[in-house]
């Protein structure tokens, strides 16, 4: 008798985890296909934009829009990141996609300036992506202090290449910059699939923050992108 409440009891457990994998995978899907779809809008401005020379000169020629742009891109972050709690999840979206097009505009000049790599930087940041994401899903190790470590060492090198773009200019010192970023980035796209596993569990009290919060993690995932895909741009530039 007590075999058999054993056995149910653990065919219980088993089937609660495997409805909470399913449940967090759709979960994942859902946050991937808000990436995915950001990265397309900003695919489409970017051509938009690089294909009109008039959008060009009005973003690039009108004194301090580019800058303003950038400013406004980072103060946008912070306003999503302040705010997730208090905003609707169609305003949270909305905001992600608004982020999304102008990063379309404020990476042109690059594109464009190393056009002929972009295809292949794009294929190496899909493959580091899917690499250190799955690292991410599938380890048991807790990569928070880590995380912390390659935050904190990803602001530490971010001070360090404002020195040298405005002060060194030195090309061996970016091409450091860009390699430590990219080991950086892996730690940190590893560590936020686990941050959306936290994310995912907040549905149980609060479902309609669980859902913000997935646009939250889609735009953290879509910076890391980017960076990740500039880095390696940049990298296959120099070759």
Do not use: C
Not at 16 to 24: E, G, K, L, M, W
Not at 190 to 206: G, S
Request: proline letters at 1%; glycine letters at 4%.
């Amino acid at each position: 008798m007590l075999m058999f409440e054993q056995e149910n009891n653990n065919q219980t457990i088993n089937n609660y985890i495997n409805t909470d994998a399913i449940s967090f995978n759709s979960y994942l899907t859902k946050v991937f296909g808000y990436l995915g779809f950001g990265i397309i809008l900003t695919a489409i401005t970017h051509v938009i934009f690089a294909s009109s020379p008039f959008l060009l000169s009005i973003v690039f020629q009108v004194p301090y829009l580019f800058l303003g742009l950038v400013i406004a891109e980072i103060a946008l972050v912070f306003y999503i990141n302040a705010r997730i709690h208090k905003m609707s999840f169609n305003s949270a979206l909305t905001w992600f996609f608004i982020y999304s097009i102008s990063t379309g505009i404020t990476i042109t000049p690059m594109l464009i300036a190393y056009s002929s790599q972009v295809l292949n930087a794009l294929i190496l940041t899909i493959v580091f992506f899917i690499i250190f994401a799955g690292y991410g899903y599938i380890t048991k190790t807790d990569l928070s202090k880590i995380g912390n470590i390659a935050l904190v060492s990803f602001i530490g090198l971010f001070v360090v290449e404002l020195i040298n773009v405005f002060i060194l200019a030195s090309s061996g010192l970016d091409i450091i910059i860009s390699v430590a970023m990219l080991i950086i980035f892996a730690v940190l796209i590893a560590r936020k699939i686990q941050i959306l596993k936290e994310y995912h569990a907040v549905q149980v009290q609060d479902a309609e923050l669980s859902q913000k919060l997935a646009v939250l993690g889609a735009l953290s995932l879509y910076i890391s992108f980017v960076i990740v895909f500039m880095r390696i741009l940049r990298l296959l530039s120099k070759r």
